[in-house]
């Protein structure tokens, strides 16, 4: 959740350290500070709140050095405040960390006994004293540092320099994700590639358990028994290009605007629109031959794999077992061998998914990855990865990741068909053909953009917001649940139409907006009646649908958002976007952070 940028340098690597935190920013933000070692001393700048601030304190205060480490943080222990944040000094070692060090409170005690003074509540300084007290017993720093990471348990990678060596940083890896950046007589330790491109596309990514001695000139890896080892060293595809807004007010709208181009990107991977087909995959298992499916994720992709799951019994008669990442790992499922796993990730990174991914690795199933990040660690774990080709996304609400992943499932779910013979030739034709037409239609959704703000306006009044769809809608409701409260903060919650009145309908009242999300399908009518029941108990519509339905509705609504008639396959793809649009212009309303809401991290290394 963190991010971590180290350089060794020629030059004042202070501004260099800023500008790579920009990059990590989309990792934690709730305080930032960079240390360098300056004149022989080591010296620190940090601020509460976004870089910005940070910079301004920089500004004033510029920091000289060609030796430093850098912190963006997503506060764990402690309250985000500058005391807080990193990076944490004990004498003559400065630290900064990402993940959380299990085992701290038995650590701090065992220090604090030995005389070591705490200053934060965070659980990193630890890791500075215990540093600081094997270099006090005449350890040198690398041996110290390597006693150190003995005593940790948990998850962390971190980055740590000494006063008296203004050569060395050593990083460590386990769990969140570290690499070392490769310069010209210069070295760098960074959470991602993207951090690192505006210096070197040449990297070498830790493993799990790996530290690593890094100097201007050369580096050495090490496990934690501290037997040297050897990782790739590889060309990142990462490119120092910083995203920018265009002119858009927020990244988020500029990520729901690009979301007809990027479907169709990925669209295009997996099937051939011209000749109607889903296109073969180097795949490590047969859609033929498995006999189940384990899909499992966080948060919005969860709910991806959520309406995969539909995709894949419909279409494949494939049965797919869908899991919240954080159950999955512990819930000691047992895995059949016939069977095929995939991990659905953004960023790649999130810890929960990666866990169960290795779950899985170790059940011996083939494990597949549906991620945005390539270079990612669940990407490099995977036997295959299925990317989904979204370009990086920064606003923490995740929009175009998910059409995305909606775009790579549907295509999987029409192979799988194609593999397991449930669908002809034929059908094939008019799945992909359907398909085909989600960035069309997303265009046209995008221009419904002044009646969703109208109705945004409206929405904005109220404190709780309830959505109900059925099918794939049933997930779409939730997702839209999820978006709203994410980033407007109003309390929202997403729902199967049919389960309303096994306890949701309590709470309706003229309070209580609905938001019932039902294109004119074959369960229409189902949906109408839960409409019916809603309007009888005074709580207001808001309906998402399409001309048919719209037409054949008979319920008075608050509003009635009209898509265009679209084929079903491609139903969520298309409604997902006025469900993401609401929430975005409910929270301009508002007046929230829309890009980097309270609370939340765009990457999620931590359980
Ligand atoms: O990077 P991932 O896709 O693994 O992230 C999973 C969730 O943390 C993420 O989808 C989160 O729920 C989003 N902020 C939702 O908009």
Known sequence: MCGIVAIVGQTAVAPLIVDALKRLEYRGYDSAGVATIERGKLARRRAEGKLVNLEKRLNAEPLDGN??????????????????????????????????????????????????????????????????????????????????????????????????????????????????????????????????????????????????????????????????????????????????????????????HEQPEVISHTLANYVDFTAGTSKPLDLPFDFAKIDRLALSACGTAYLSGLIGKYWFERIARLPVDIDIASEFRYREMPISKNSAALFISQSGETADTLASLRYCRKAGVPIGAIVNVRESTIARESDVVLPTLAGPEIGVASTKAFTCQLSVLASLAVRAGVARGTISTETERVLVRALSEAPRYANQVLKLDEQIEKVARELSHYRHVLYLGRDTNFPLAMEGALKLKEISYIHAEGYAAGELKHGPIALIDENMPVIVIAPHDRIFEKTVSNMQEVAARGGKIILITDRKGAEQASVNTMETIVLPDVPEIITPIVYALPIQMLAYFTAVFMGTDVDQPRNLAKSVTVE
């Open 67 to 256: 030796i430093g480490i850098g912190h963006t943080r997503w506060a764990t222990h402690g309250v985000p405040n500058e005391t807080n944040a990193h990076p944490h000094f004990s004498n003559d070692v400065a630290v900064v960390h990402n993940g959380i060090i299990e085992n701290f409170a038995e650590l701090r005690t065992e220090l604090t006994a030995d005389g070591y003074e705490f200053t934060s509540q965070t659980d990193t300084e630890v890791v500075a004293h215990l540093v600081s007290r094997e270099l006090k017993r005449g350890a040198d720093p690398v041996a110290a540092a390597h006693a150190a990471l003995k005593r940790l348990e948990g998850a962390f990678a971190l980055a740590i320099m000494f006063r008296g060596d203004e050569n060395l940083i050593v990083g460590a890896r386990n769990g969140p994700p570290l690499a070392v950046g490769h310069g010209e007589g210069e070295m760098f330790l960074g959470s991602d590639a993207i951090a690192l491109a505006p210096f070197t596309n040449s990297i070498t990514y830790l493993e799990d358990g790996d530290w690593a001695v890094v100097r201007r000139d050369s580096f050495n890896i090490f496990d934690i028994e501290g037997n040297s080892v050897e990782r790739k060293r590889q060309q990142s595809l990462s490119t120092s290009f910083m995203v920018d807004k265009g002119n858009r007010r927020h990244f988020m709208e500029k990520e729901i």
